[in-house]
């Protein structure tokens, strides 16, 4: 190769592109911060959802065991299992009901604030 200096020098960064790119960078850092989700694990609604299903299968589920085990005991057909079933679904919404009623624990507003 020669020894020669190339007819043109390499040009230099512009200041602008050095402040573009700070700009864009600061830019995506905000976005993705706006975008990142605010919820950290599971939801309060989300888990009295959960709880509300856990008690309507239950009870339900609960008194028809029941009312068959009456049923097979003292040998009356189906209306163990019905006044079972209606026993449990009552039990079941009673218990929604409740828990309906109850008032939401308030979040600390100094927890998050650090994000």
């Known amino acids: 190769m020669s020894d020669e200096k190339p007819a043109r020098e390499p040009i230099q960064e512009d200041a602008r592109i050095d402040a573009l790119e700070a700009r ?3 830019a995506r850092e ?6 990142r989700p605010q919820v950290k694990g599971v939801d309060a ?3 009295k959802g959960d709880r ?3 008690n309507l299968l239950g009870g339900i589920i609960g008194g028809l065991v029941i009312g068959f085990a009456v049923d097979a005991l003292l040998n009356i057909a189906p209306w163990g299992l019905l006044a079972g079933l209606f026993l ?6 009673r218990s ?3 828990s309906a009623n109850t008032r939401p624990a308030e979040p600390d507003e100094g927890s998050d604030s650090g994000l």
């Not at 449990?88 to 919404?93: D, E, I, Q, V």
């Open 24 to 26: 864009l960078r600061a």
């Open 30 to 35: 905000r976005e993705e911060q706006r975008n």
């Open 45 to 47: 609604n989300y888990r």
């Open 52 to 54: 509300v299903l856990a």
């Open 88 to 93: 449990g679904m009552a039990s079941a919404f």
């Open 96 to 98: 929604i009901i409740l």
